[in-house]
């Protein structure tokens, strides 16, 4: 049973027993339902309301949205519950989120336990609170920290939720807390929908919704939860609940709330293929080659993790830079709250940081992090090899290089394989892990627990330049560079990809990174170029004139006293000279023109990744574009987009592109067997 209940004298318990995570589906609404006519019926004295497991319960049953809804309706549910006779106590030991907390709140009292948390991230799913979220909510807290919790979507922890007055108390048992509530003071409590709405505040929602503007622009359900709240404030709370119910309605069937919902998804489903038999190596000790910010970001992660971690320099300098670059993270993760002093040292602790290959001697896994050269990594899988155990795995962090040909210099290549981080690598969500032609079960199931480990979301990719992420971000470059060089300027484009949903353009990217970093990766593909193709040369005349982003003051931008950043008429020039001197005719590119043309490269060029067989589906793309290279998340990813776009639509505008140029712009075989067959992306299969 989804809903279990038993009374013991004139106390009831009722509890979710709905796994993994008491999703409120709709046997759990009609159980719940049936308990409060039960309590009823048995005159109890109140009921204690718990979870079964690690979840009080994690918010509706997501997989009900694509559907129309099902009797009994959470809301009828919920006001049953706050309008009994009996009242209600929330025993909340671990998450109530979304309708959870809106069943918490309809609760005469709710008591947490100490690692419990509260919260309504409805908005990260598209939709608002449909229950009664929006109007129980400010009774209860206020309508200050309502309008942040629900428009940003963020949980509280159990004592915030304490001192914010959403729960009356935090006990380690909140079952055995709640027995011993004293009837007369639990009688006492005014029922949540008898609470009075707090006054209409024009400068607090003025306030919310210019928060919303700068840090959820283009998204939807933020702005419609501040309507709605507003709108609760001036009426009476049964009749603010059906204006709730149709916003929530509303939202749940639109494009951005199915975006969110195949997102929310794929990241649950980013697990180790079930071909995978193999058990990973021991994870306690792993060393790190290359304490950079990239190297010290991986040690600082795996710090975080409760490993221990060992940074490999070449000299003492190195290892005093990688030191004092673990300590800035050390440090800059205090200063924000996000571990306490103790752990710090804990960290510190295990922490370490030396010339010497001997001390890594027992580590099972090693993460080269070293400069992005084959001749040098191969000098450190050299010596790694040498120093470790047989069985240990050797991963390179590589961005772009052939794995195949550094695993091909060691005696057994099955141990080597890649693990794509991104900068900043603590901070960063998306794992690329990159199978080699001869890498083992063992090193990937290794690779899978690490992510699991280090709470990474991750994607499996194959061997080719670039792998799936950076492949598709060479292409967005390019199809960028050749808009710029046409006819717009980089502030043009940066603009467009910004309308589209992306929290920077390309060139303010590329500033952030530095300029440099793309020239080199340009000059090792000089040899293997195609002739044929089409080739900016912008970029070369910037890195020559130094200009190589934000470190040095000027890249796409200028950046005076490395402040905010300017547009530079210099640049503009250059593409104006560069285009004459390859006798292009500039085009005067629409905002709207610019966007279909880089997101289009990109979907070209991601149907061919996925032809190939390099990622494993759409949804690993979906995955990569999002969590590594800022796709706007309320669009699904880009294969997601591209589904909403249609195949045949797709395909017609490469074929009218490709009048322009026939090499860059070449269809994809598989956009093309998706359009002839009228499937999306998401259901197709390689070729290969």
């Not at 989804?2 to 004298?9: D, G, H, P, Q, Y």
């Not at 009823?40 to 009921?47: A, F, P, Q, S, Y």
């Not at 079964?52 to 997501?62: I, L, M």
């Not at 975006?259 to 489903?269: D, K, Q, S, T, V």
Request: charged letters at 25%; glycine letters at 8%; one cysteine or more.
């Amino acid at each position: 049973m989804s809903v279990t209940k038993r009374n013991e004298a004139d106390v009831g318990y009722v509890e979710i027993d709905n796994p993994p995570v008491n999703a409120i589906g709709q046997s759990v609404r009609q159980g719940l339902l049936d308990a409060v006519r039960w309590a009823e019926e048995l005159h109890l004295t109140r009921v204690i309301l718990s979870g079964k497991g690690r979840a009080f319960a994690a918010g509706a049953d997501a997989r009900e949205f694509d559907s129309a809804p099902l009797e009994p309706h959470l809301p009828d549910v919920l006001n049953a519950i706050d309008e009994s006779f009996v009242p209600w106590i929330a025993a909340i030991d671990g998450v109530a989120l979304g309708g959870g907390a809106e069943i918490a709140m309809a609760c005469r009292m709710r008591i947490m336990s100490p690692k419990s948390q509260i919260g309504m991230p409805e908005v990260t799913l598209g939709v608002i609170p449909g229950a009664g979220g929006t109007q129980r909510l400010p009774r209860l807290v206020g309508l200050a920290k309502a309008l942040d919790m629900i428009s940003l979507g963020k949980p509280l922890n159990a004592a915030d939720a304490l001192a914010a007055k959403l729960t009356h108390t935090v006990e380690d048992d909140p079952v055995e807390e709640a027995y011993m509530v004293n009837t007369e003071e639990l009688g006492c409590i005014v029922p949540t929908w008898e609470l009075p709405a707090p006054e209409h505040d024009k400068e607090l929602l003025a306030n919310a919704r210019a928060t919303i503007a700068k840090k959820s622009p283009n998204q939807i359900a933020p702005n419609r939860a501040i309507d709605v709240i507003e709108a609760g404030l001036s009426i009476p709370f049964h009749d603010a609940l059906p204006i709730e119910r149709a916003a929530f309605l509303e939202l749940k069937t639109g494009e951005q709330a199915r975006a969110l919902r195949h997102i929310f998804f794929a990241e649950r489903a980013a697990k180790m293929p079930e071909t995978i038999k193999a058990d990973p190596v021991a994870l306690d000790h792993i060393a790190v080659v290359g304490g950079g910010t990239m190297g010290a970001g991986i040690a600082y992660a795996l710090l975080n993790a409760g490993l221990r971690a060992t940074i490999l320099e070449t000299d003492e300098d190195g290892v005093a830079r990688a030191q004092t670059n673990v300590e800035k993270v050390i440090d800059a993760s205090l200063k924000r709250g996000l571990i306490s002093d103790a752990r710090a040292q804990d960290h510190r602790a295990r922490f370490n940081a030396t010339t010497d290959y001997t001390t890594v001697g027992d580590a099972m896994l090693a993460i080269e992090a070293a400069f992005e050269s084959m001749e040098v990594k191969k000098d450190v899988f050299a010596k790694l090899a040498m120093t470790l155990p047989k069985e240990a795995i050797l991963a390179t962090n590589t961005s772009y290089l052939d794995i195949n040909e550094l695993a091909a210099t060691l005696p057994d290549p099955s141990r080597v394989i890649g693990l794509h981080f991104f900068a900043p690598a603590h901070i960063m969500k998306l794992l690329e892990i990159v199978r080699g032609d001869k890498t083992s079960d063992a090193a990937i199931a290794t690779g899978f627990a690490l992510g699991k480990a280090l709470r990474k979301i991750p994607v499996l990719a194959g061997v080719c330049d670039g792998f799936i992420g950076n492949r598709i971000l060479a292409r967005y470059r390019e199809a960028a560079d050749t808009v710029f060089m046409d006819g717009s300027t980089p502030w043009e484009v940066d603009e467009a990809m910004e309308a589209f949903g992306y929290a920077m353009g390309p060139y303010e990217a590329q500033d952030l990174s530095g300029l440099d970093i793309a020239h080199a990766n340009r000059r090792r593909q000089d040899a293997t170029r195609d002739p044929n193709r089409r080739y900016i040369p912008i970029a070369d005349r910037m890195v020559e004139l130094g200009k190589l982003g934000r470190k040095t003051g000027a890249g796409w931008y200028r950046y005076p006293g490395g402040n905010g950043k300017v547009d530079d008429p210099i640049v503009a020039d250059l593409a104006i000279e560069e285009s004459h001197l390859a006798k292009r005719e500039r085009t005067d590119y629409s905002g709207e023109q610019i966007t279909e043309r880089l997101v289009l490269a990109m979907i070209n060029e991601a149907a061919d990744i996925l032809d190939e067989g390099i990622a494993h589906n759409a949804r690993d793309i979906d995955l990569v574009t999002v969590f590594g290279y800022g796709f706007p998340r309320w669009r699904g990813g880009l294969m997601h987009h591209a589904d909403t776009l249609s195949a045949k639509a797709i395909v017609a505008r490469l074929r009218e592109l490709s009048q322009e140029d026939a090499v860059a712009w070449k269809v994809s075989p598989l956009l093309e067997r998706c359009a002839e067959r009228g499937i999306n992306l998401a259901d197709a299969a390689p070729s290969k």
